[in-house]
Nanobody, 122 residues
Framework: QVQLVESGGGLVPAGGSLRLSCAASRRTFDTYNMAWFRQAPGKEREFVGAIRWNGGSASYADSVKGRFTISRDNAKNTVDLQMNSLKPEDTAVYYC???????????????WGQGTQVTVSS
């Protein structure tokens, strides 16, 4: 069982930056692959980015590539999502996910956090 808690969401003007953080409860965090998803009101949940258990090359959705960066600190059991050049269309609830299996852009990750709201004003 892995418990995930996201933090760092908030309201930011377009062009601004936010850094989301996800804290995991499990001691074996360094064996889990991590990903971020988001869901905007009235829209389906969508993939944002993912990173393998060993911090290997991350993958990103085309819509955020070059603006968002995922990083992880296995010593602290955290994974962060640095979001730069934010746009109003980035407004959504952002979810952290984890699984022993790497699903890339797939949403089959077993463990999900409760989400944190990001609102980008125009």
């Amino acid at each position: 069982q892995v418990q995930l808690v996201e933090s760092g969401g908030g309201l930011v003007p377009a062009g601004g930056s936010l850094r989301l953080s996800c804290a995991a409860s499990r001691r074996t965090f360094d064996t889990y692959n991590m990903a971020w998803f988001r869901q905007a009101p009235g829209k389906e949940r969508e993939f944002v980015g993912a990173i393998r258990w060993n911090g290997g090359s991350a993958s990103y959705a085309d819509s955020v590539k070059g603006r968002f960066t995922i990083s992880r600190d296995n010593a602290k059991n955290t994974v962060d999502l640095q979001m730069n050049s934010l746009k109003p269309e980035d407004t959504a609830v952002y979810y952290c996910t984890a699984d022993l299996v790497y699903y890339g852009k797939g949403s089959a990750y077993k463990y999900w956090g409760q989400g944190t709201q990001v609102t980008v004003s125009s």
